[in-house]
Structures are given as C-alpha cells and as structure tokens.
Nanobody
Framework: QVQPVESGGGLVQPGGSLRLSCAAS????????MGWYRQAPGKQRELVAR???????NYADSVKGRFTISRDNAKNTLYLQMNSLKPEDTAVYYC?????????WGQGTQVTVSS
C-alpha cells in the first residue's frame, strides 16, 4: 500500500523552528495538490497548508505568516517550514493529497512545542 513518509519533527521551544519533509511516490505526487495535515490529541485531523502544482499555496488562519509549504517535484518531496512555533502547534503532522486523499495515511511526524 502506498503511503508517504514524513520526517523532521521533534521537541522545540516556543518561538523555535522546524522543517518537515514528506517523501511520496511520484505518480500521485506529481499530479495532485499536496497538503500538510495535523492531528492534536483529542482533536480531528485538520489541513494546515496546501500547495498546488502551479505554486499556489493556501494556509489555515492559525498558521498563516508562520508556516511555508513548498514542494520539489523532481524529488517527490513536500516540505513545511514552521517558524515562530506555539504550544498549540503540538500535533502529529501528516501529508496527503488534497482534497481527495489518494495516499494511505503514513506514520506522521510528531511535533511538540514546549518549554
């Protein structure tokens, strides 16, 4: 079964930065809008950012101005640069296509923002 591999998470203090990566299979990755999703404990999974093949990006209001999504189609890799992290950004982060979910969910990468 095809699923992305997310990496780059960790423990960071408030105000810190992390860069997440998502390696995904090429045939699906190159043909679809890709998104970063996150799920905090006790909450539903939510879309935080998406990147179209044409470079158009959209962000949830909660991360706008702090997160930057980008993609490298040659490497089939999606990135999420996260700056000015807040405790409320703590969650497991996943990548998948948008709006249809064409990959199985991967393991995700844990981001914990705490002092």
């Amino acid at each position: 079964q095809v699923q992305p591999v997310e990496s780059g998470g960790g423990l960071v203090q408030p105000g810190g930065s992390l860069r997440l990566s998502c390696a995904a299979s090429g045939s699906i990755f190159g043909m679809n809008v890709m998104g970063w999703y996150r799920q905090a404990p006790g909450k539903q999974r939510e879309l935080v950012a998406r990147d179209s093949r044409g470079g158009i990006t959209n962000y949830a209001d909660s991360v706008k101005g702090r997160f930057t999504i980008s993609r490298d189609n040659a490497k089939n890799t999606l990135y999420l640069q996260m700056n000015s992290l807040k405790p409320e950004d703590t969650a497991v982060y996943y990548c998948n296509t948008y709006p249809g979910l064409y990959y199985n969910w991967g393991q995700g990468t844990q981001v914990t923002v705490s002092s």
